[in-house]
């Protein structure tokens, strides 16, 4: 019997009341007869109501709240929904919809760029920041340093602005001042001052975007301009343009002056209750190191308490499933050991390493990963860090680089921009490690005692997300662990002045305190593919105190644990501590997949890579540096050799079994192609909104 076509189609009613039929599909579905063709009409009009019963429910949705349920779409589904019928096409492109649709896991392209420009001028922060990224880089599409300014000046304002971020893409030093990062710069200070008599903060976030892009540039006559800015970005209620202010009026060398710190105090006091990071832990570490600046103890503690208790909760309530990746943490915890060597070899701060790894926990809760595209958002969020809080940054070229060129160029580009869409702008959050240091400022303890508990707080980074965890809890039950493991009386662990200006008392944070003994020193120590332990916070614990934790660090056992609990009458009851379970269980390695075939590793003589400048932000150059240019000089050596030898490809048995010290990389993932297949954003339905018109 001849095949049977049928092309479905839908029903409905556009907005003029004109009753329409359109196919659901371009290309008809062929049956292999006429009965499997009649089978499914009857199936679908017993389902859909289509056939001359009922109609389907969706049709009888006002326009309002369809637009809602469209709104929340990818982009390439709503692309396909519209084709649907003519309501649904005219609904599809209203601007609320457009502000809201998704475009996880696509990249502009030549051919996408109309749409994502139309959603982004209807306020899409996604498509902002995406097609700002793209067009600054040259990836995906073609450069376009106009397109780019007005991209990344739109998404500014709609982040607000109390966490000003988009300088740190075009931040200084540029290759010439007609490169792309100058041009775009430009423009923010056209903008900004065609509109610095405005004395909203609709524009704070972009002065204070000029301010520090001018501040950066180190000469004297651009850090005065940029102080200029800072002042009218403060004045305009931009909390962290007050909290650089602060800091210019309180250098290093003037903290004896009592009088100008007390004033710079008072100044960024007038800040307090913005929503600035920064300005609320400065004050907070003020307060409990006693300098009030005029305000009262009571107000004081008020505001301190208010803090701690704003941050007893977790950045984010979302836990994406992260089917990929192991359930155990495994792979999480290999990354994050990775990036504290890292962290390591550039020297880069505490709060660098802190603030990577809170985006890359960020990523996982709202975003699923796979396991191969682990190491590459590990190494993109670091080069945002590094760009928001360090003088000298990672190139993008040198971040390809430290994954020994497992990725390339354009990959660590296209995550820089999902990483920045998910955080949309608010890079900097409190993270366990700010209350650690406050926690340690109030009861000043000594050097050793302050590197024994920022050793656990990094032990805690190795096994709880930052993203999932609260901040004021973590580092409460940190500083309660240290002190048991020194053997401290239980009813000094956490000192009356701590309950005073936290108002926690230890039964508040004893679940934590149970959770973070299970998982950092009741399971085993995860190993890599090749049986080493994982000892990167162990080592860099070594390297500031010139002591081996093993000589100065007795984790606490469950039983003290227990014990020293029951003694503040914080022990949980039986639901919130089950200690039959241990969920921080390690399995055995041979329940995940082998890494080891094609698995790559960063080679260990970091010296050879020396990077030349910022250069690798100009969009006219985009390859990735070949292995052979890597080096410089007679000590220059391939990267791809190196990889070779720490991955037993070539060399000795002597090499092959060199400790894990030797190298500063896990290897963690496989090679993949140039351009993972959620990247590549060919999809032809895209053009549909380029053509049309509202």
């Not at 836990?319 to 990036?339: A, E, N, P, T």
């Not at 390690?586 to 075939?597: G, L, M, Q, R, Y």
């Not at 002597?654 to 190298?663: D, I």
Request: aromatic residues 8%; charged residues 25%.
């Amino acid at each position: 019997m001849d095949a049977c076509t049928i092309t479905p189609s839908v029903r409905s009613e556009s907005p003029t009341g004109r009753r329409l039929s359109a196919p659901i599909a371009a290309a008809p579905h062929k049956w292999e007869d006429e009965a499997e063709a009649a089978m499914w009409e009857d199936e679908n009009e017993a389902t859909t109501g289509y056939g001359g019963g009922s109609e389907c429910l969706l049709w009888h949705l006002p326009d309002e709240l369809l637009m809602y349920i469209l709104g929340f779409l990818e982009a390439r589904d709503l692309t396909s929904i519209v084709l649907t019928c003519r309501r649904l096409f005219v609904l599809g492109q209203e601007s609320s919809v457009l502000a809201r649709v998704g475009f996880a896991g696509d990249w502009p392209t030549d051919t996408t760029k109309a749409l994502y420009q139309r959603a982004a001028r209807e306020g899409n922060f996604e498509a902002n920041m995406k097609l700002g990224v793209a067009c600054l880089y040259g990836e995906g599409c073609s450069a376009a340093p106009g397109l780019a300014s007005e991209m990344l000046m739109r998404a500014e304002q709609l982040a607000g602005p109390n966490d000003p971020f988009s300088w740190l893409l075009y931040r200084p030093p540029w290759s010439s001042d007609s490169c792309s990062k100058a041009l775009i710069f430009k423009d923010m200070l056209a903008l900004a001052e065609e509109n610095q008599n405005v004395v909203t903060r609709r524009y704070s976030g972009i002065m204070y975007c000029v301010a520090k892009t001018l501040w950066l540039q180190h000469d004297e006559e651009s850090r005065e301009k940029g102080e200029e800015w800072f002042k009218l970005a403060a004045e305009r209620g931009c909390g962290e343009a007050a909290f650089e202010m602060f800091n210019i009026l309180t250098p290093a060398t003037a903290t004896r002056d009592v009088s100008q710190r007390l004033e710079s105090i008072r100044y960024l006091r007038d800040h307090g209750f913005s929503a600035s990071h920064n300005v609320q832990m400065t004050l907070c570490n003020e307060y409990v190191r006693g300098n009030l600046a005029g305000a009262s103890q009571a107000a004081a503690v008020q505001y301190v308490r208010r803090i701690v208790e704003a941050n007893a909760s977790p950045a984010t309530g979302m836990r994406c499933d992260q089917g990929d990746l192991d359930r155990s943490g495994k792979m999480r915890y290999i990354l994050v050991d990775w990036l504290v060597e890292v962290a390591d070899l550039k020297q880069f701060s505490r709060d660098t390493l802190y603030m990577t790894v809170g985006l890359v926990d960020l990523f996982l809760a709202k975003q699923v990963v796979l396991r191969k595209s682990l190491q590459l958002l590990g190494i993109a969020c670091m080069v945002i860090a590094a760009r928001f809080s360090e003088a000298e940054v990672i190139t993008i070229r040198e971040a390809a680089w430290l994954t020994d060129n497992t990725y390339r160029y354009e990959q660590v580009v296209r995550t820089m921009g999902q990483a920045l869409c998910v955080a949309r702008g608010r890079l900097r959050s409190s993270t366990h490690l700010d209350f650690v240091r406050m926690y340690i400022a109030l009861t000043k303890v000594d050097f050793f005692v302050e590197e024994m508990m920022h050793y656990v707080s990094e032990l805690v980074l190795l096994f709880m997300s930052v993203a999932t965890s609260s901040p004021s809890l973590v580092a409460a039950s940190v500083f309660y662990l240290t002190q048991l493991s020194r053997k401290v009386p239980s009813d000094e662990c956490w000192p009356e002045a701590l309950q005073f200006w936290t108002s926690m008392s230890v039964a508040d944070f004893a679940p934590t305190v149970l959770e973070i003994q299970k998982c950092c020193f009741s399971s085993e120590n995860v190993k890599d593919h090749r049986g080493v332990e994982l000892k990167a916070v162990d080592e860099r614990y070594q390297k500031r105190t010139g002591r081996a934790v093993s000589d100065e660090f007795a984790p606490p056992t469950m039983a003290e644990v227990q014990s020293a609990l029951a003694a503040h009458d914080a022990w949980p009851s039986a639901g919130e501590a089950d200690m039959d379970e241990d969920p921080s269980e390690v399995p055995d390695e041979s329940t995940f997949a082998s890494p080891t075939p094609g698995w790559t590793s960063v080679p260990s003589d970091y010296a050879s890579a020396a990077q030349e400048g910022d250069e690798e932000m100009d969009v006219d150059i985009v390859d990735a540096m070949s292995a052979g240019q890597v080096g410089r000089g007679d000590k220059g050596r391939s990267a791809s050799a190196l990889s070779n030898v720490t991955n037993g490809v070539l060399g000795s048995g002597a090499q092959r079994r060199a400790k894990r010290s030797s190298s500063i990389t896990t290897p963690m993932v496989p090679e993949m192609p140039p351009h993972p297949a959620g990247f590549n954003s060919a999809f032809e339905g895209f053009a549909i909104f380029g053509d049309s018109e509202f």
